[in-house]
């Protein structure tokens, strides 16, 4: 069955500090890929999502990921890190052709200032 | 930004209690879905919907039902509430093109069952 892992489940950092979460997914066909973020309090927003083409994808915020199809990979990535990033992230992939948002446990980033 | 609502976004009720789960949004989209998560951990899918008068389960079984009788809104229903029924249930939509679906979420309603 098609899975999402997500390795780190907290994180903690310090403001400007480089982050990188993993994400890992088990399908080994043509997968659509997607970081959504969860501010608290907030609802769920679409960070980035990687469909074809460049594997290395540009989000919002100063995010950006990159599909590493060998590795099964999709790790999100920000040099320098503010306050704000502070919140819940999950990675989801679909297999191509497919409706089925398949969602990692999250990882609950803490950014200290 | 998406368009897409649920109310309540928090329900305290009482085991045995009927209780409908509101989600419309204004964009359009002919899929909607029915998420439960629990604390720490991923979301599952429950229910989906590829336009009116269609509806499917998902992934996790659940004890709920939904309606699409129109575009917009996808209610979701639970008959008898059990505190095994307390997570917190997000709404989501997206376009019906398969290749560029982008799910676009609610706010989630928190549902305890006492």
């Known amino acids: 069955a098609q899975s999402v892992s997500q390795h780190n489940h907290h994180v903690i950092l310090s403001e400007a500090a480089s982050l990188e979460l993993g994400c890992n997914y088990s399908?080994?066909?043509?997968?659509?890929l997607f970081w959504y973020v969860q501010y608290p309090g907030q609802h769920l927003q679409l960070l980035l999502k990687?469909?074809?083409?460049?594997?290395l994808v540009k989000g919002i915020k100063g995010f950006e990921a990159e599909f590493i199809k060998s590795k099964f990979s999709f790790n999100l990535r920000k040099p320098s890190v503010q306050w704000s990033d502070t919140a819940e992230y999950f990675c989801?992939?679909?297999?191509?052709?497919?409706?089925?948002?398949?969602f990692g446990s999250g990882t609950r980033l803490l950014v200290r200032p | 930004e998406a368009d897409i609502y649920q109310t309540p976004r928090y329900l305290v009720i009482g085991t045995g209690k009927k209780i409908t789960l509101e989600c419309s949004q204004t964009m359009g989209h002919d899929k909607m879905y029915w998420y439960q998560q629990d604390p720490g951990m991923e979301l599952h899918l429950i229910h989906y919907?590829?336009?009116?008068?269609?509806?499917e389960k998902g992934d996790l079984s659940s004890e709920s039902t939904v309606s699409r009788i129109r575009t917009e809104h996808f209610p979701l229903t639970l008959e008898s509430a059990r505190p095994s029924h307390t997570s917190q249930y997000l709404c989501a939509s997206s376009l019906a093109a398969a290749s560029t679906d982008t799910q676009y979420f609610g706010p989630g309603t928190r549902l305890t069952v006492l």
């Open positions: 990687y469909f074809s083409g460049d594997p």
């Open positions: 399908y080994g066909g043509t997968v659509n």
């Open positions: 919907s590829y336009g009116v008068n269609s509806t």
């Open positions: 989801a992939s679909r297999m191509d052709s497919s409706y089925k948002l398949i």
